[in-house]
């Protein structure tokens, strides 16, 4: 599986994960079953996260490595939205779970936003719904 990594000049980080062909529907703007985009903006200590694809075995550390980056960064405050995540397994909620342990260990947060039906469903189930602020 290849990787490109882009970053412009806003800030913004975009990592692409390269897997199947064709664009589905249920899946963000140019990602096709079994990819991941996630992009990252923010500035004073504070990000955010967009998710769009699948979060699972195989696109898990794009967002570990970037969750990883920020931290070191000195993030205080980390928001992931989930709108556009077509799907999520263990892996993701273990990445999820790690980001918010590491930056809960240096003083910040992470919070969830805009999870779809099934995403909210599966931290409801695991009970995360009960560790991250969700919106």
């Known amino acids: 599986m290849s990787e490109a990594v882009a ?23 140019g990602v096709n079953p079994g990819e991941l985009q ?3 903006s923010g500035e004073d200590k504070r990000y955010e996260f967009r998710l769009l694809g699948e ?9 570990r490595d970037e969750l990883v980056r920020v ?7 980390v928001t992931v939205d989930l709108a556009d995540l077509a799907f999520i397994d263990s892996t993701g909620l273990s990445v999820l ?5 590491r930056l809960r260990q240096q003083g910040g947060d ?5 999870p779809t039906p099934s995403t909210r469903r599966v931290l409801e189930i695991t009970g995360l719904t009960q560790v ?3 919106t």
């Open 55 to 63: 979060l699972d075995l195989s696109t898990a550390p794009q967002l």
């Open 7 to 29: 970053m412009a000049v806003t800030g913004e980080v975009v990592v692409l994960s390269t897997g199947g062909s064709g664009s589905r529907s249920g899946y963000g703007a």
């Open 97 to 101: 779970i790690t980001g918010l342990k």
């Open 38 to 40: 996630v992009l990252v």
């Open 110 to 114: 992470m919070a969830l936003r805009s």
């Open 132 to 134: 991250f602020a969700v």
């Open 71 to 77: 931290s070191t960064e000195g993030a205080q405050m």
